[in-house]
């Protein structure tokens, strides 16, 4: 049924999304051991935009690799459908992440899925669960030490956000050209043996439009989840991983694959965190590389 909806849906005579099947497939990247994997209570992940060249598939991959959980919520923009009518462009890479999410849920992990602008065509399956996935407008997530927060992909609030809206202030076109130079500047910086580094982020601190745009929409979302008395949200759609309190209420957002490549992870007792995957990954090397010194001392 997913399956055939995306050949129809995709397609568009330029090409074809069929879905991997999780007992057959086999990854062009190999899947690490999951021994020795972090375990997480919960993970949150959005705007991947699989289907895109911005999706930073290998760092998803790795993290992919490197993290487990009881339950995962994929909070929008997972698939970028819009990009994918009017450009087809599926690398192997995007296969083995859609691959891998299957899979996980196979295994047993609780995978909610929460369409987003970019997946809307998704949304349309709202209450299905599709191969262990469950499909949802929304969802509430009660924490280990209690609390409730309510999960949505975010672009909901763009109405109430008009005079600011996030695309209407950088522009399609102007965002996939510097989403272009972002990933130029990381393969010469990869090149040079150095982490990678998002100039659009950077870009987005110096815009004094874009950081009171920021501000402006967390505290529209905050506000919203304390009109429906829970204790917190976490949303992701506008690619700025931030965690910020708003009159007691907690406003998560979950980051992106395309700039930042953040996750967010709750602990097993209730606490949550911010992760930036480059940061981690940067981090792991230096790590190796310290080691290897100490082995060839040793030696
Ligand atoms: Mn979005």
Known sequence: MFGSYLEGGFGNGKGLVALPDPDRHIPQRPERSSQGRRKYRTIWISD????TKGCNADLLIDFLDSVDSETMYLVGDIIDGWRLKKKFYWPDAHNDIVWRIMKRARRGTRVVYIPGNHDEMFRQFTGLNFGGIEIRRAAFHDTADGRRLMVLHGDEFDAVML???WLAFVGDALYHFMMGLNRWVNVARKRLGLPYWSLSRMAKHKVKNAVEFIGKYEEVVARAAAERGVDGVV????????????DGVEYWNDGDWVEGCNALVEH?????EILNWPEEVARREEGERQDSHVIAAAA
């Open 268 to 272: 097993a007792d209730g606490s949550m």
């Open 235 to 246: 949303c992701g759609h506008i690619h700025t991983a931030e965690h910020r309190m708003f």
């Open 48 to 51: 991947i935009h699989l289907g």
């Open 163 to 165: 005079s600011h809206r």
